[in-house]
């Protein structure tokens, strides 16, 4: 690995200009060990928080030498499996062909965060039979599997060349293009869904990105991307150590203000910002180790003690219930958006 990344440092807000000042300092990768002291700094006008000392362009696959983006899918558990087929064919109009236990989905569909975490696996997107998606750095394709289960049409988009070759063969399809957005030069209107979940954060630059992905869409399709809120319950709790910032790698941690005005700015009509709580288990526990160890290594928390699982389980209910009350404080921003 290298010794050094070289970097510049970014000051004012990368969205309105405004000037930022200094929220976290001397944070490592606690992650992936990529060397390097690095600092957050966040704007007070919108919120949006940033990498201040940002990497340059031909620097930043350092960031990725040790991260994976092309682990096996594994094949989801019959819980799991009714969660993701049953509920959300109940609540998005979806036809299945997989079998499922209709009583098990009818009461899941009446828990809120199983709702949450169907909602989550179709990306809020309502059935379209053949339907044309694109996923936005889709990795190997563990959820563009689950939408080619669900009757879509998929494709995707993804820089590591690795996990292209696992995606085209777990999808079986030729559709999935190595690179970013950009460097595809997709037909205009060419998709009738484009999703992306955990990738606007990775990026340079999310304004140009949101405006390509504009271009692509055909008019009346969804868009949706997940990304972290810098806004939510664990970060707030947890401040520097939350799992949410992934030094150095999170170029951009998103606030529902910012987040909607660059959607706008973009181009979308039709915005919705939600902020679900699917995330705070795993969310908590990253985090929780982070802040008592300084070590989350591959940045997924492993064999985990009951009691950090129960407490995981209890932050999880009280942030959805904050979310229920209100508070737009959970784990992940959904950006919701129309052409
Ligand atoms: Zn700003």
Redesign the pocket.
Known sequence: MADRIRTRELLS??????D?YDLYEQLEDWMFGVPGNWAIRT??????AWLKNQPVVEDTPLLYENYFTHEAVEPDGAFKRVVKVGVSARLYGYNPKQRYSRLAAFLASCIGPLREVAAHSVMWQKAQDGGKILDLGCGSGANLYHLQEMGWQVSGTEPDPEAVAAAKKLLKTDDIFQGFLEETAFKENSFDALISSHVLEHLFDPLATLKECHRVMKPGAQLTFATPNIESLGSQKFKEYWRGLEIPRHFFLFTEK?LREMAAKAGFNNIRILTPSCAAYSVWQGSYLLKTKKSLPGGIPLNTSVLMRIRAILFWGWEFFKICLGSPCGEELILIAEK
Do not use: V
Not at 13 to 18: E, N, Q
Not at 43 to 48: E, H, I, T
């Open positions: 807000c990368y969205h309105c200009g405004a930022g704007c007070p006008d919108c919120g949006l910012s």
